[in-house]
């Protein structure tokens, strides 16, 4: 075999297969490389990509599972935010039909296949019906009894019996509600 420039063409057969077969390997690696460096810059991170490498396939496997629960509770109280302006309507004596949320989250489930049973949560109701309901929730929460405080409020006062507690939602009206999630 002649080249244009009148040279011989020196390789076999075989040699130009063995050529052919690195660059083709090159190319793929090449390929391979850059597929990885698209899909990383593709994702929010790696371990996205569960099953594409050992690591991140090991994270997801054992740390980061979660399990979530929640349960409302409902009652009616009044208050006066009276640290707002004297023309705004809630500085003046009104009041809610609050829907509080307790929310609850365990990365394992108890021997019953539960982060904790709904029952157990009764102490929570049983503390809102006694303490809140019917009631002029100025003279019960400290400082400014807005959902924002009320949230903190009933966080502080069943995490330590509660150690799954993660946050608490008020709702004065259908339309809003406010997490407290520290």
Request: aromatic share 10%; hydrophobic share 30%; with cysteine.
């Amino acid at each position: 075999m002649t080249f244009r420039d009148g040279k011989k063409n020196l390789q076999t057969k075989e040699e130009r297969q063995r050529l052919r077969r690195q660059s083709y390997g090159l190319f793929n690696l090449v390929f391979l490389l850059l597929s990885i460096i698209t899909l990383c810059l593709l994702c929010d991170s790696v371990c996205k990509l569960k099953n594409f490498m050992y690591i991140c396939r090991r994270s997801y496997q054992t740390g980061n599972r979660m399990y979530k629960i929640s349960k409302q509770f409902s009652f009616s109280a009044s208050h006066i935010l009276n640290l707002l302006r004297e023309d705004h309507p809630c500085a003046r004596l009104h009041g809610h039909n609050y829907v509080i949320t307790v929310h609850l989250k365990s990365k394992t489930l108890n021997e019953y296949g539960f982060i904790k049973d709904y029952k157990e949560l009764k102490i929570v109701k049983q503390y809102i019906d006694e303490t809140l309901d019917h009631r002029h929730l100025n003279d019960l929460i400290p400082g400014h009894p807005t959902s924002e405080n009320i949230a903190k409020f009933i966080y502080d006062r069943f995490k330590p019996e509660i150690p799954e507690l993660y946050a608490v939602e008020v709702s004065e009206t259908p339309q809003t509600s406010c997490i407290y999630e520290p």
